[in-house]
């Protein structure tokens, strides 16, 4: 079975520096990739996703990331983050015909001024 | 596109009472329709996948009679906690799998019960 490990639980950056979020997977093959972002109290809003093809994916709201199969990491990148980012962030793997996402434990981004 | 709504967004009951859960798919067919449980400062932790026209395939550990999902039209499912505890005072999230070929789920804004 596939898992996500994201190995920071909280991570503080300055308004206007970049951010570099890490998750790595296990799963034997490529699996399907997604970064999303949860607002408190509010649902999960997706990122970006990886299926296939190109291994930097742009997203939404400025957010890349790169899958490296090598590492088997899909990190998210923000060249400079704006102070709406504070949020929790959630890597998620899925596999081929399964349907069911596993989610890693998430990421606490905090945003100082 | 690929809009999910959950109602209600909140809702508080008293122990012993059920509550039923909606989530919708606006702008899409759902043929599949997943129910997360989310602690505070927790992940998510799936609770069933339900498809429509058919009973959902609950995970382990997850109660079936506890937690009914139906999911009757391909725009619709529901969650109703039966018998509701106060230990199932949660944060509980939909998403949705927008169709064939499509893995991507999109989820609601999820709904906060609070049982006392």
């Known amino acids: 079975a596939q898992s996500v490990t994201q190995p920071d639980i909280h991570i503080t950056v300055s308004e206007g520096a970049s951010l570099e979020l890490r998750c790595n997977y296990s799963y034997g093959a490529t699996p399907y990739l997604f970064w999303y972002v949860q607002s408190p109290g509010q649902g999960l809003q997706l990122l970006l996703k990886?299926?296939?093809?190109?291994?930097l994916v742009q997203g939404i709201k400025g957010f890349e990331a790169e899958f490296k199969r090598s590492q088997s990491s899909f990190n998210l990148r923000k060249p400079s983050v704006h102070w709406s980012d504070a949020a929790e962030y959630f890597c998620a793997v899925g596999v081929p015909n399964d349907y069911k996402l596993s989610f890693g434990a998430g990421t606490t981004v905090t945003v100082r001024a | 596109g690929a809009v999910v709504s959950q109602h209600p967004s909140w809702v508080i009951c008293k122990s012993g009472t059920s509550v039923k859960i909606e989530c919708r798919s606006l702008d899409f067919q759902a043929t599949t329709m997943f129910w997360y449980r989310q602690f505070p400062k927790q992940s998510l932790m799936l609770m069933a996948t339900s498809n429509e026209g058919s009973k959902a395939t609950y995970e382990q550990g997850v109660e079936k009679d506890k937690f009914l999902i139906n999911h009757a039209s391909l725009t619709l499912s529901t969650l109703t906690v039966t018998s509701a505890h106060p230990e199932d005072s949660s944060f509980y999230i939909c998403?949705?799998?927008?169709?064939?070929?499509?893995?991507?789920?999109?989820f609601g804004p999820g709904t906060r019960l609070l049982v006392l």
């Open positions: 998403s949705a799998r927008t169709g064939t070929g499509e893995e991507t789920q999109y």
């Open positions: 990886y299926f296939s093809g190109d291994t």
